[in-house]
């Protein structure tokens, strides 16, 4: 392997959270490397709603006006339709935050006009098609990322390593950090409907019998997301197709003259739904945010902000030290003190949702009336402003440090 290069901060992934992070190093003033192993952000059914407190971040780096250019849906209020009945469950419009509201976008745009911030910062370097497949160790501490690209094998060394890679994170395995998973009953099929203008126009839950589906307006389709008991993909699929259809048409009526849009399984993509979090998420010049560190149900949606918000945490509290080049494992430390209180609650909702809600709906227990939290959640509006906030701003908020706020980075 070739070392050809020395950066302040090595980020391992390109998703949100690794590249809000690099962004917000770099306007910092750092040196930032970010590996993506992809060509492109080009990948269909990733988490793409952009909730107030991403947007709060936005706004907060002066980049809110041009980044609401992008095409996206506005999403004010969330409900289900539970056996023909529709629930209101969740209200944005009171938060107090620059959107009240969340954004459905693409993921691929939301990192692209990442990426594209990040190219205007010298010290930022995008690498794609570049893998991390491995951790350089110095005694116990990390000092820097083995990769792969189409040049080759190489090392890249740096002060403090990030693994920013996801649920399936190959660098926390090679840094040998133990993950308490919390277990969860469901898995996700992901796809596509048409969308028609006499069509309902909020995006809900729906509830029948055996089956809940979540539709997201998306302008002139549907993304749709059936929820599905764990591991129950290979029995769907040896039924067949034109079974799965009529499960569809059951749950989803007014679509059933355009199921045709599912002309395969190549059409359906599966989500294997796992909630888990890392007991420790660093080690000596080491750390892991987002999925890496906490694996989130898409219960809510919040797994791509929660994301930004620990990438946020982390620039806040490790500027300093990486640019004065005395980061210490306490700093990292602090990341995950200031991060795991609100992991640990928002993953507590979830699981109490997949408990109560979710695991009956699937074993044929959907009772003729809403469940109570439904019902009272539908009969309150300052009960539905809490929900609203909660998933849209979370329980623990992060701010834009005013000195990275004020940065300006050095110009390319």
């Not at 126009?201 to 997301?225: I, K, P």
Request: charged share 20%; net charge positive.
């Amino acid at each position: 392997m070739m070392s050809a290069q020395h950066v302040h901060c090595c980020i391992a992934g390109g998703g949100p959270a690794g590249l809000v992070l690099g962004v917000l190093l770099a306007r910092a003033g750092l040196q930032v490397a970010v590996l993506e192993k992809h060509a492109d952000f080009l990948r269909d059914f990733r988490g793409d709603t952009i909730h107030p407190s991403t947007l709060q971040v936005m706004s907060e780096l002066g980049w809110l006006a041009e980044f609401l250019e992008l095409p996206h849906q506005k999403v004010t209020q969330i409900g289900a339709d539970y056996a023909g009945r529709y629930l209101p469950l969740g209200d944005f419009t009171g938060i107090r935050a620059a959107c009240p509201y969340i954004a459905l976008m693409p993921q691929w745009d939301f990192l692209s006009f990442l990426a594209g911030k990040g190219r205007s910062y010298a010290g930022f370097e995008l690498r794609m098609n570049t893998e991390a497949i491995g951790l350089v160790f110095s005694g116990d501490r990390v000092t820097g990322v083995k990769a792969v690209s189409p040049a080759g094998k190489e090392i890249i060394t740096a002060d403090l390593v990030v693994a920013a890679d996801g649920r399936g994170s190959v660098l926390r395995e090679r840094a040998g950090l133990k993950v308490h998973d919390l277990g969860a009953p469901i898995d996700v099929l992901w796809f596509k409907l048409p969308r028609k203008s006499d069509d309902p126009a909020q995006t809900m839950a729906r509830f029948e019998s055996r089956h809940m589906v979540v539709l997201l307006n998306r302008g002139d389709y549907w993304q749709c997301a059936y929820i599905i008991a764990k591991g129950d993909f290979e029995r769907i699929k040896a039924e067949g197709l034109h079974a799965f259809r009529a499960d569809l048409s059951e749950s989803l009526p007014f679509t059933a003259d355009r199921l045709y849009a599912i002309a395969s399984w190549y059409d359906v993509k599966l989500l294997s739904v796992r909630v888990d979090r890392l007991e420790t998420w660093w080690r000596d010049g080491f750390l892991c945010i987002g999925d890496a560190a906490h694996a989130m149900s898409p219960v809510g949606g919040v797994g791509i902000n929660l994301a930004v918000q620990d990438a946020v945490a982390a620039s806040n509290i490790l500027f300093r030290p990486l640019g004065r080049r005395r980061l210490q494992s306490a700093d990292l430390a602090a990341v995950q003190r200031r991060r795991l209180w609100p992991t640990r609650l928002t993953q507590a909702m979830q699981v109490a949702a997949h408990r109560r809600l979710l695991a009956p709906l699937l074993k044929g227990e959907l009772t003729a009336q809403p469940p109570l939290p439904m019902r009272v959640l539908a009969s309150s509006p300052m009960l539905r402003g809490l929900l609203g906030r909660t998933i849209g701003i979370g329980v623990r908020p992060e701010h834009v440090s005013p000195a990275i706020r004020k940065a300006a980075g050095t110009p390319v």
